[in-house]
T-cell receptor
C-alpha cells in the first residue's frame, strides 16, 4: 500500500529564506510523487511531479524536489521564500506507477512566511 | 491548459435535504474522475473513483447510498449527497483524468464548499 508522511504540520520561515518541506513515502510499486499547493478556499495547484525520470524535479515558482530512493524521501525546496508562498502544501503518491491513478495525500504542511 | 470546473462553488443546505455537485472537464474527455473530501485544516481523502459508463468504486468507509456518484458522460460526473447532515459539511474536490496534448494527465477542480445547517 502507498502512503506519505509529511514531517512538520507547520513550517515558518522568513521572507527570502530557504523553504524546506519534508515528505517521506511508502510504496509497493515504483512511486509517482507529487507536490500540490492549496490557497485558502481554493482547489489544488500542481507544483511538480516525479514520474521516474530525473530525480531532481523542477516545478513552478522556483520550487524543486529531489527523489531519494534510499531515503524514501521527496522533499520540496525553494531557495528564497516569498510572502505569496504562504499556503498549505500537500505531498501525494499515486496508487499506481502512473500520474493518473488515485492519489494518497499526506497530512499537509502549512507554510508561514514572515516579513 | 486543461480545465476542470465544479458547480456550485459553494452551497448551503438544510439538514435532511440532498445536494448535487457537478464536476466537468471543459476541454478534454475524462474517462476517470476522482472525488475527494477535505475537512477543515485536514488533508484530502479519496471518496470514490468514477469511471464513465460504469458504477463508481467507493473507498472503505464511504457510504455509497449516501454519496451517489454518476459519471454519465465523458465530461461530467456528479456527486449527490443524500439526506445531508451537518457532519457532511466539507470541501469536496474532484479530479479528472484524460488526454490533453498527447499526454494523459490528472487535473483538479476548484472544489465545492458544502455547509449543512
Amino acid at each position: 500500500a502507498q502512503s506519505v508522511t509529511q514531517l512538520g504540520s507547520h513550517v515558518s520561515v522568513s521572507e527570502g529564506a530557504l523553504v524546506l518541506l519534508r515528505c517521506n513515502y511508502s510504496s509497493s510499486v515504483p512511486p509517482y510523487l507529487f507536490w500540490y499547493v492549496q490557497y485558502p478556499n481554493q482547489g489544488l495547484q500542481l507544483l511538480l511531479k516525479y514520474t521516474s525520470a530525473a530525480t531532481l524535479v523542477k516545478g513552478i515558482n522556483d520550487f524543486e524536489a529531489e527523489f531519494k530512493k534510499s531515503e524514501t524521501s521527496f522533499h520540496l525546496t525553494k531557495p528564497s521564500a516569498h510572502m505569496s508562498d504562504a499556503a498549505e502544501y500537500f505531498c501525494a503518491v499515486s496508487d499506481q506507477s502512473s500520474n493518473t491513478g488515485k492519489l494518497i495525500f499526506g497530512q499537509g504542511t502549512t507554510l508561514q512566511v514572515k516579513p | 491548459g486543461a480545465v476542470v470546473s465544479q458547480h456550485p462553488s459553494w452551497v448551503i443546505c438544510k439538514s435532511g435535504t440532498s445536494v448535487k455537485i457537478e464536476c466537468r472537464s471543459l476541454d478534454f474527455q475524462a474517462t476517470t474522475m476522482f472525488w475527494y473530501r477535505q475537512f477543515p485544516k485536514q488533508s484530502l481523502m479519496l471518496m470514490a473513483t468514477s469511471n464513465e459508463g460504469s458504477k463508481a468504486t467507493y473507498e472503505q468507509g464511504v457510504e455509497k447510498d449516501k454519496f451517489l456518484i454518476n459519471h454519465a458522460s465523458l465530461t461530467l460526473s456528479t456527486l449527490t449527497v443524500t439526506s445531508a447532515h451537518p457532519e457532511d459539511s466539507s470541501f469536496y474536490i474532484c479530479s479528472a483524468v484524460g488526454w490533453t496534448t498527447n499526454v494523459r494527465e490528472q487535473y483538479f477542480g476548484p472544489g465545492t464548499r458544502l455547509t449543512v445547517t
